[in-house]
């Protein structure tokens, strides 16, 4: 199936796409980890990264703090694996859309409009995804758990991982397309 992917700064030729290209498990896994024991363990976690999240953006190593981020990708990836194990991982994956506008619009919206990236740097492909790896999710869920951890109400952040990987919707869905499996580059389209 034809799905399509824009790349930031990243995209180098390759006639396929890697999954989790950035190696966003990695943040993700302390807390991962740290659920596996227990909540408690899990706020020690958080509470530590918060400080040496705003360390590390004050050293200038990073342009923004993102353990927030990193802890509710743990928390979606520990429900995942405990109750939806057979569901595709966010943390091993390649995001796509569905349209080749689609994709434009989100390039705009999440790295164009915030000033972070040039339209140089960003690069839209078209790619051929193995249909049957392919699952639709509403992002709307991740969004809500992302506004959850921030007031550190953790338990709505477990029920928003729940109601994405059973594939419900909300008033205002914005559904996300994700795949583990392989993907060719067909084309890489001008921005």
């Given at each position: 199936m034809k799905l399509?992917?824009?790349?930031?700064?990243?995209?180098?030729?390759?006639?396929h796409l890697t999954n989790d290209y950035k190696n966003n498990y990695q943040f993700a896994e302390p807390y991962i980890l740290a659920l596996r024991e227990s909540r408690e363990v899990f706020k020690a976690v958080f509470f530590a990264t918060m400080y040496m999240s705003r360390e590390v953006k004050a050293l200038g190593l990073r342009k923004y703090e993102n353990y927030q981020k990193d802890a509710v990708e743990g928390i979606f990836e520990y429900v995942r694996e405990t109750?939806?194990?057979?569901?595709?991982?966010?943390l091993h994956c390649v995001y796509y859309c569905e349209s080749e506008q689609e994709a434009l619009d989100y390039a705009q919206d999440d790295c164009l409009s915030?000033?972070?990236?040039?339209?140089?740097?960003?690069?839209?492909l078209e790619v051929e995804v193995e249909e049957s790896r392919i699952r639709?999710?509403?992002?709307?869920?991740?969004?809500?758990?992302?506004?959850?951890?921030?007031?550190n109400d953790i338990d709505s952040a477990f029920a928003y991982a729940r109601q994405y990987f059973s594939c419900q919707r909300s008033n205002n869905p914005l559904i996300e397309v994700v795949a583990d499996g392989d993907n060719k580059v067909l084309r890489s389209i001008a921005y």
């Open positions: 399509y992917h824009y790349s930031v700064d990243s995209y180098q030729g390759a006639k109750e939806f194990p057979n569901d595709t991982s966010r915030n000033g972070l990236f040039t339209k140089e740097q960003v690069v839209l639709r999710y509403d992002q709307s869920f991740y969004n809500l758990a992302s506004e959850a951890i921030e007031r």
